[in-house]
C-alpha cells in the first residue's frame, strides 16, 4: 500500500503548488465571509470553502510525505540497515493507514455537508 502511495505521489508531485493555492484561496475566502462580510447572502461560501480546504489539505498530505518512503531492503544489507529500513517503512505503513482514515473522514463529512449544504441553500 505505501508503494502505491509513494508511486502516486512521485507521479503528482507536480500538484502540490496548487494544492496549496486552493488551501490559501479557501482559507481566504472562509475569513472573508465570516470575519469581514456581514449578511446571510455570503453565507453560501462557507461550506464550499471548509470542504476545499479539507480536501486540498488530504491531498497536500499524500503529496508531501509519501514521495520519501524507502525501497523494500535487500538482503545483501547488514542486518541493522534492514532493520532500520523496515522500521521506517512501517512508519510510512501506520501513517498510510491513518491517511485512508483521514480520507475515508473527509468523504463522509464531504457527503454530509454537502446534503447540508443543498438544502440551506
Known sequence: MID??????KKLV???????????????VLGYVVFIEEGADKDVYIIPSIIGVLWSLVCSLLLSVF???PPKPDKQ?????RLKIR???GGYY????????????VVWLTIRLLNVWRADF
Do not use: D, E, N
Not at 4 to 9: C, D
Not at 15 to 24: C, Q, V, W
Not at 94 to 101: A, E, K, R
Open 14 to 28: 507536480w500538484l502540490k503548488p496548487l494544492f496549496f493555492i486552493t488551501t490559501a484561496a479557501a482559507f481566504i
Open 4 to 9: 502505491h502511495f509513494s508511486a502516486l505521489s
Open 87 to 89: 522500521l521506517a517503512r
Open 67 to 69: 514521495p520519501y518512503v
Open 77 to 81: 544489507q547488514r542486518f541493522l540497515k
Open 94 to 105: 501506520i501513517g498510510s493507514l491513518m491517511f485512508c482514515v483521514l480520507s475515508t473522514s
